[in-house]
């Protein structure tokens, strides 16, 4: 299976700045080989990203995702909206349960929506008991699931490799063996290798080390390596 790696910029990068990150990180990621690598910006900076990224490689992918279709729903982004901008769609970030109350049943309807636009959900889960509640709410296989424990997330302190990989092997036992799995958690250029040679694990979802281009760039080809 072909490594993914994401970038989730998260609540970060002005315009002006997601411009500067293209204009040092664009070219070099284009010339990484084997690798599938998605750009998630803010909403904001998503068209601009979109943009610059059309016929290249690389994919953007949103943050979220309204539960809601298009219509009455003051400050939400749908499914409808996001059509023909992104291929990836990350759903139920562990910021968004902590701060937004996001429950596995309102990530089932999301994933539900993007799977009628086709666009692939990357479903974040913090530990075993989620996977497996949500492999039994969500009927499509079509999906990513990423394993991004809380202790590790943005804590500058990762999961082992090791143990990150046997979740991996449960979440693939829920879901099935052709979903791929990734690794989120404190991911940087200098652990990156280390997780990229479990062979269980399908790739990372990247958060501070991905704003920087470099340090994404330098991840990236970690995971070209293998
Ligand atoms: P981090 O975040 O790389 O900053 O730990 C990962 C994530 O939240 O996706």
């Known amino acids: 299976m072909r490594p993914l790696v994401i970038a989730n910029w998260k609540a970060n990068l002005t315009t002006k700045e997601a411009s500067e990150w293209l204009r040092q990180g664009q070219k070099l990621l284009e010339e990484v080989e084997k690798v599938t690598i998605v750009i998630c910006p803010t909403f904001v900076t998503l068209p601009q990203v979109a943009s610059s990224l059309k016929e290249t490689s690389l994919f953007v992918g949103a943050q979220n995702v309204s539960p809601f279709p298009h219509g009455k729903y003051t400050g939400e982004v749908p499914v409808e909206i996001l059509d023909g901008l992104v291929r990836y769609c990350l759903v139920g970030h562990s910021e968004r349960r902590a701060y937004f109350g996001e429950t596995n049943q309102l990530i089932s309807t999301k994933v539900k929506l993007l799977e009628s636009y086709r666009i692939k959900p990357v479903v974040c889960v913090e530990n075993i008991q989620q996977a497996e509640e949500l492999s039994d709410q969500i009927k499509t296989r079509d999906l990513v ?81 293998i």
Request: proline residues 7%.
């Open 145 to 225: 699931v990423a394993y991004e424990p809380t202790f590790a997330i943005g804590t500058g302190t990762p999961d082992t490799p090791k143990n990150a990989g046997a979740v991996a092997e449960k979440i693939k036992h829920f879901f099935g063996s052709g979903t791929p799995v990734l690794y989120g958690g404190s991911v940087t250029p200098d652990n990156a290798l280390s997780f990229a040679q479990v062979e269980v694990l399908n790739g990372t979802l990247v958060g501070g080390s991905s704003l920087n281009p470099h340090h994404f760039v330098e991840i990236v080809k970690a995971y070209s390596k």
